[in-house]
């Protein structure tokens, strides 16, 4: 049986140190699989005027799985700054490369599990009934629409005359936005389909049923965005109605569940939303669970295409490092999830399982986790490098 060709995309800044451990860690797993570089991030727009290559594009066509490290995106006029000179007449846009893979591929469903470990110092703890520590367990898994909402890209500024003209037929445009002159105006759209916000509610519903979960939250703002998130909950009512009568679906406003998050995390288990409250909540779950060296994603086509990526940045200032000092748990953790979706679950679990012991067993801790500044010098105070990190993995492995 031929190995599994699996696209690496290094990115930018720490993006190429947590995907070489993790790939290390794959192998030590038993996992067996080709691996084939592909371009992507800011030197290829500095250089090519393109963070995106069609040649990217098409190896992740070709093999369908990705591993993801991290981007770096900065705004308008910083990109076309950075540009070769010989670029700068082009009249080259910067857009970030991997919306352009969400929307390229329809990777319109995104999961992201937010789970505690065990011993993890960077846990949420609160006070409870008689001002005893509690140390709440969280299994969250938040499903966000990945292609729509208010990261769709339709937006302008100084809109032209059709534009403005059709949102001008609006009363409430027009009485709150009409006498504003037209090139002051900026326009983001906040856009929802029937179709993927279906398949998002689905993709939600059906996890809760395969692992269990009691209960599907839409946390979204129905109350006052009426239309897409009104939508989104009647969609939602009927769903669970129809085709999931024995899952509980809660209806929380965004805004609220930021709040009770923190006051109740442990009762949550799978969260829906669209792109930009989806967003929005799983880094906050994330912060529940040790911050964004923990949090790890998965996003997929329905027609089987999947790119795998930590949530966190690319830090391009740890990535001058003489020795990397970042979490690569978020990476490693990514990789499961890519594990779990092309049915070698056996090996993420021995994965899971070796990280929960590196972490309960409390030896190893990266800066982060010893509540360090990320300096140069937190390896000396007794920080686990990246390797480090990563050799700990292995050896329970």
């Not at 290829?44 to 963070?51: C, D, L, V």
């Not at 000179?85 to 846009?93: A, F, N, S, T």
């Not at 978020?330 to 972490?359: G, H, P, Q």
């Amino acid at each position: 049986m031929s190995k599994r060709t699996i696209v690496t995309l290094p990115g930018d800044g720490i993006g190429k140190a947590v995907l070489d451990e993790t790939l290390r860690v794959l192998d030590a797993a038993g996992f067996e699989a080709e691996y084939v570089e592909g371009d992507i991030g800011w030197e290829f727009w500095r250089s090519e005027g393109n963070p995106l290559p069609q040649r990217t594009i098409d190896l992740i066509a070709e093999h369908k799985i990705a591993l993801f490290g991290a981007i770096t995106s900065k705004p308008k006029d910083e990109a076309f700054e950075e540009l070769a000179p010989e670029l700068k007449d082009k009249g080259l846009i910067y857009s970030s490369p991997i919306v352009g893979l969400r929307q390229h591929f329809g990777l319109e469903i995104c999961a992201r599990p937010c789970k505690t470990y065990k011993g993890n110092p960077l846990n949420f703890i609160r006070r409870g009934k008689g001002n005893d520590i509690e140390e709440p367990m969280v299994d969250v898994v938040i499903f966000r629409q990945n292609t729509e909402g208010l990261y769709g890209g339709v937006e302008w500024s100084n809109p032209n005359k059709q534009v403005y003209d059709a949102f001008m037929s609006h009363p409430k445009f027009k009485a709150n936005f009409g006498d504003v002159p037209v090139e002051e105006v900026s326009i983001s759209t906040r856009i929802f389909s029937k179709e993927r916000t279906e398949n998002i509610l689905r993709a939600a519903f059906d996890y809760a049923k395969k692992y269990g979960y009691k209960s599907v939250t839409l946390a979204e703002k129905p109350n006052v965005i009426r239309e897409t998130s009104g939508m989104m909950y009647k969609m939602a009512l009927q769903m669970q109605a129809n085709d999931y009568p024995e899952i509980e679906l809660w209806n929380t406003n965004i805004d609220a569940q930021m709040m009770w998050l923190t006051k109740n995390p442990e009762d949550y288990g799978v969260i829906v939303a669209g792109n930009m409250f989806g967003d929005i909540v799983s880094d906050g779950f994330a912060g529940l669970i040790g911050g964004l060296g923990f949090a790890c994603s998965a996003q997929w086509s329905l027609d089987g295409v999947a790119v795998f990526e930590p949530t966190h940045g690319s830090a391009p200032k740890y990535a001058d490092y003489d020795t990397s000092i970042v979490n690569p748990i978020a990476m490693i953790e990514s990789a499961c999830m890519m594990l779990d979706f092309i049915d070698e679950k056996d090996k993420a679990d021995k994965i899971r399982k070796a990280v929960a012991e590196v972490i309960e067993e409390g030896k190893t801790k990266t800066y982060d986790m010893m509540k360090m500044r990320g300096k140069p010098d937190v390896i000396n105070k007794g920080a686990a490098s990246t390797k480090q990190m990563a050799d700990a993995i292995i050896a329970k492995l």
